[in-house]
Nanobody, 116 residues
């Protein structure tokens, strides 16, 4: 049974930083593509960042230069370092795993609120 558990969300002032973590269990993490999605109230879920099994990364244009995705295959964990946070980054952030066979798994999400 695959489980993804996010942590690290919270309330931060504009310009602040947060580091999200997603710990995976139950499958071959190192061969999986890992994604961070977010969903703001009244908006569709969107992919924020992706890291492939070989370390190739992708970022949503609005977070480029501010967010960094990384992975630790020894710890089965993916991270999202978020710097210079803006109110428009407020959302629930979800960890997503796509295995080598194409199966999708989702975490339950962690709330990020950027407000003064």
């Amino acid at each position: 049974q695959v489980q993804l558990v996010e942590s690290g969300g919270g309330l931060v002032q504009p310009g602040g930083s947060l580091r999200l973590s997603c710990a995976a269990s139950g499958t071959s993490f190192s061969r999986s593509v890992m994604n961070w999605y977010r969903q703001a109230p009244g908006k569709q879920r969107e992919v924020v960042a992706q890291i492939t099994s070989d370390g190739t990364t992708y970022y949503l244009n609005s977070v480029k230069g501010r967010f960094t995705i990384s992975r630790d295959n020894a710890e089965n964990t993916v991270y999202l370092q978020m710097n210079n946070l803006k109110p428009e980054d407020t959302a629930i952030y979800y960890c997503n795993m796509v295995t080598s066979s194409g199966t999708n798994y989702w975490g339950r999400g962690t709330q990020v609120t950027v407000s003064s």
